[in-house]
C-alpha cells in the first residue's frame, strides 16, 4: 500500500515538473530565444561616466552622543530540587 502511494507521489510530483517546465518554455522561450540575436545587435563597446566624491570623516564637537542603559538584569534566584526539598 505505501508502495503504491510513494510511486502515486513521486509521479504526480514529475508531471507537475515536466507541467510546469512547459508552461514556463511556453511563457518565456520566445523571449530567451530572441536574446542571442539582442546581444549580436549591441554594439562592442559602451561608454560610461561616474564621478568620484571625496568622504570626509568631520569631529563630532558639539554634539551630543546618546547611548542606550545596557544595566545588567536582575538574575532570578536558583530553584531547589523537588528531591532536596522533600528530604
Known amino acids: ?3 503504491a502511494l510513494l510511486s ?3 509521479t504526480a ?4 515538473a515536466v507541467a510546469s517546465i512547459v ?4 511563457r518565456y522561450g520566445a523571449a530567451a ?4 540575436d539582442q ?17 570626509v570623516v568631520r569631529p563630532l564637537g558639539d ?3 546618546v547611548r542606550a542603559d545596557f544595566t545588567p538584569r536582575a ?7 523537588a528531591w532536596r526539598a522533600a528530604a
Do not use: D, N
Open 1 to 3: 500500500m505505501i508502495a
Open 8 to 10: 502515486t507521489l513521486f
Open 13 to 16: 510530483a514529475g508531471l507537475f
Open 23 to 26: 508552461l514556463t518554455w511556453q
Open 33 to 36: 530565444l530572441a536574446v542571442g
Open 39 to 55: 546581444l549580436r545587435a549591441c554594439p562592442q563597446q559602451r561608454q560610461g561616466r561616474w564621478t568620484l566624491r571625496e568622504l
Open 63 to 65: 554634539a551630543v552622543v
Open 75 to 81: 538574575k532570578r534566584a536558583p530553584v531547589r530540587s
